[in-house]
């Protein structure tokens, strides 16, 4: 019997007979999230294959080249791989020629089948088109909480963008499961701190206090700060730059530890570092590591912002 998950996967993506249907793993994705996504897309009628590659070391880091080419060959990409291939070249050229590509990062069985994957995805749609609606023309977001976050970003000229679960259109991409706003800011300057869980390292057990001037992390505080410095220092010093702020809109998503559902956790936000080329920024970096906080105060032009979202 194909689970619930990997049907929803299928028709999250419109999948339809005579597609072709590329899934995209590494030999740490569970053997069953790829037999059930295989049934599903050979149960519509699709021309549907594996590609299994050694997992990546990081979020961002590139395929290897048969993959890439593959991607760009598919009508569908599934990619329930270790690390994401969302922020990659190769994710971005695959879209440029009309796959339609569903990026699974670390996703497990058990998130197949409940919490974020179990939303209504039209109303996640709502929920951003009128999120989006409200903050297009913001120039500016101050977020404000009470673990010590104080950072503004400036977004003037910068486009927001919507990951909703839906991708029926060729060249678009999404997660799954989905549900955010999220933005490459012109410039960040001030102090976040990450209490839920971050890249690479789950939830956490104590909070990271990253200092940020001129959209660079230009200090790092917390029990688990040399472990990212070293992170970050292995790629060098693009992988400091702030590329993403994000709003969680998913109001089935849990803070479970996995990023991947953890930056849609309705109510929350997510600051991240690296890469952000691949919607709308100026950084090429080959990493891009996530950091969710929670209970955020936010303030959109200086005016407060309530953070709404129904089920």
């Known amino acids: 019997m194909i689970s619930p998950g990997a049907i929803k996967v299928m028709e999250c993506y419109g999948v339809k007979r005579g597609e072709s249907v590329l899934i995209v793993v590494d030999t740490s994705t569970p053997t069953s999230i790829v037999k059930n996504l295989f049934d599903a897309a050979k149960n519509l009628g699709c021309d549907v294959m594996i590609m299994t590659?050694?997992?990546?070391?990081?979020?961002?880091?590139?395929?290897?080249?048969?993959?890439?080419?593959?991607?760009?060959?598919?009508?569908?990409?599934?990619?329930?791989?270790?690390?994401?291939l969302t922020h990659t070249q190769a994710r971005i050229n695959a879209c440029k020629a009309g796959a339609r590509i569903a990026s699974m990062p670390g996703i497990t069985e058990k998130m197949m089948n409940s919490g974020g994957m179990t939303a209504d995805y039209n109303k996640v749609n709502e929920i951003a088109i009128r999120l989006n609606k409200r903050l297009e023309n913001v120039k500016n977001i101050r977020v404000v909480t009470d673990a010590?976050?104080?950072?503004?970003?400036?977004?003037?000229?910068?486009k927001w963008?919507?990951?909703?679960?839906?991708?029926?259109?060729?060249?678009?991409?999404?997660?799954?499961?989905a549900g955010e706003l999220y933005i490459a800011p012109k410039d960040a300057n001030g102090v976040f701190v990450v209490d839920g869980s971050m890249s690479g390292f789950g939830l956490l057990d104590s909070p990271l206090?990253?200092?940020?001037?001129?959209?660079?992390?230009?200090?790092?505080?917390?029990?688990?700060?040399e472990k990212l410095k070293a992170m970050l220092d292995m790629v060098g010093e693009k992988a400091r730059n702030i590329a993403e702020f994000g709003i969680g809109i998913n109001p089935r998503a849990q803070l479970i530890g996995n990023v991947l559902e953890d930056e849609k956790v309705g109510g929350t936000v997510h600051i991240a570092m690296g890469?952000?080329?691949t919607f709308g920024g100026d950084v090429i970096a080959g990493i891009h590591l996530d950091g969710i906080i929670t209970r955020p105060e936010l303030f959109v032009d200086n005016e407060r912002f309530i953070l709404s979202y129904d089920d």
Not at 148 to 158: H, K
Not at 161 to 177: A, F, I, Q, R
């Open 53 to 84: 590659m050694l997992p990546r070391t990081r979020h961002g880091e590139e395929p290897p080249v048969a993959i890439a080419e593959a991607m760009k060959n598919a009508d569908v990409v599934v990619a329930p791989t270790t690390y994401s």
């Open 148 to 158: 010590g976050t104080d950072i503004t970003f400036d977004l003037e000229g910068c």
């Open 275 to 277: 890469d952000n080329s």
């Open 161 to 177: 963008y919507m990951d909703t679960g839906l991708c029926h259109e060729k060249g678009c991409s999404s997660n799954l499961p």
């Open 209 to 225: 206090e990253i200092t940020v001037r001129n959209r660079y992390v230009t200090d790092i505080k917390g029990k688990h700060a």
